[in-house]
């Protein structure tokens, strides 16, 4: 049952020449340490001791404690930039429908500035018209004549 082979055991007697079958590397066995450590008269074996295989340490990326705070900082500024443009807007907005009012107001009023030439056109016009002169002048052009006050009539 034992897997270790001894070499020499009537020329050493010592644990150290215990050997593991396969293991060429001169290592002593749990087997070598079981009978070192029982001063070499035990006959049974322990349990075998292996020792501890360390697996390479491995990268986990865990988020340092600053990380997440500027994390939260370029948060809080990429929505305080948001809110700031968002502002900007509506307040171009409003001033470019102000601007867009005064430009309208200032049309009405070159349109209501034409429209009291006009006006005033027509009252100068109809005032020169209704002149008896002209009413005369108007009247002789179309053949008619002057009647006499014999020939006219007033109704009660």
Do not use: C
Request: net charge positive.
């Amino acid at each position: 049952m034992p897997t270790a082979t001894q070499s020499s055991v009537s020329s050493s007697g010592s644990a150290s020449a215990f050997r593991a079958q396969g293991d060429g590397g001169g290592r002593a066995t749990s087997a070598a340490y079981a009978l070192r450590g029982s001063g070499g008269l035990s006959a049974t074996r322990s349990q075998p001791v292996t020792p501890p295989v360390v697996a390479p340490p491995r990268a986990v990326p865990v988020p340092a404690p600053r990380a997440r705070s500027q994390t939260r900082l370029l948060l809080v500024m990429t929505l305080a930039a948001f809110v700031t443009v968002v502002t900007g807007l509506i307040y171009l907005s409003g001033h470019a429908r102000i601007t867009q009012e005064g430009y309208r107001r200032a049309r009405l009023k070159a349109q209501l500035r034409q429209a009291q030439e006009l006006s005033q056109q027509w009252r100068q016009r109809q005032a020169v018209v209704n002149t008896p002169a002209s009413i005369e002048a108007r009247a002789l052009a179309l053949g008619m004549i002057r009647a006499d006050d014999k020939q006219t009539v007033t109704l009660p």
